[in-house]
T-cell receptor, first 112, second 114 residues
């Protein structure tokens, strides 16, 4: 158990809908990262927050957004969902921005 | 364009032998490299890392080698154990230790046979 909690574990939704994925980082970790793993793809970095502020942005679509709240949990919002958004979404956290990151178990999103 | 490539999707090794997983990168700005291990239905787990100022880092059965001129790194597992069977991801970042900008390869599935 990495200490990073992601909910829900599985999500099935229809095209055009909007979903919110939630991540609770390890206690004391200030940095949260979101990654997407599509079928046959490696882990694609989406976005990073540090202590509530956006720190780095990767290949995140405009239809996607994220935020980190004062209690340091983070949410990833995916809207106008398309079939191609079906993937595993991982959250990771670390104490600082230059320390080892711990991953959650992921949320498997299926868009039908 | 893939900046981090793991050209072998799978690798099968006998228990007790050496497993060698390879990774190539294209971005010369990368200066921090990591290996993660992933079991089914679990998130990736950090295994070992190396900075560009080193060419080798060892942790128990795991050793990572970095060849900067060839833009190549490898993970050696000796001796391999059945519990090592997992998908191994190579990752790199520019900006030492900046794990938020990790670029991952597609992974190599290692099977260690008893």
């Amino acid at each position: 158990d990495s200490g990073v909690t992601q909910t829900p574990k599985h999500l099935i939704t229809a095209t055009g809908q909007r979903v919110t994925l939630r991540c609770s980082p390890r206690s004391g970790d200030l940095s949260v990262y979101w990654y997407q793993q599509s079928l046959d793809q490696g882990l694609q970095f989406l976005i990073q927050y540090y202590n509530g502020e956006e720190r780095a942005k990767g290949n995140i679509l405009e239809r996607f957004s994220a935020q980190q709240f004062p209690d340091l949990h983070s949410e990833l919002n995916l809207s106008s969902l398309e079939l191609g958004d079906s993937a595993l979404y991982f959250c990771a956290s670390s104490v600082e921005t230059d320390t080892e990151a711990f991953f959650g178990q992921g949320t498997r999103l299926t868009v039908v | 364009d893939q900046q981090v490539k793991q050209n072998s999707p799978s690798l099968s090794v006998q228990e007790g032998r050496i497993s060698i997983l390879n990774c190539d990168y294209t971005n010369s700005m990368f200066d921090y490299f990591l290996w993660y291990k992933k079991y089914p239905a679990e998130g990736p787990t950090f295994l070992i890392s190396i900075s560009s100022i080193k060419d080798k880092n060892e942790d128990g059965r795991f050793t990572v080698f970095l060849n900067k001129s060839a833009k190549h790194l490898s993970l050696h597992i000796v001796p391999s154990q059945p519990g090592d069977s997992a998908v191994y991801f190579c990752a790199a970042s520019a900006g030492l230790g900046s794990q938020g900008n990790l670029i991952f390869g597609k992974g190599t599935k290692l099977s260690v046979k008893p």
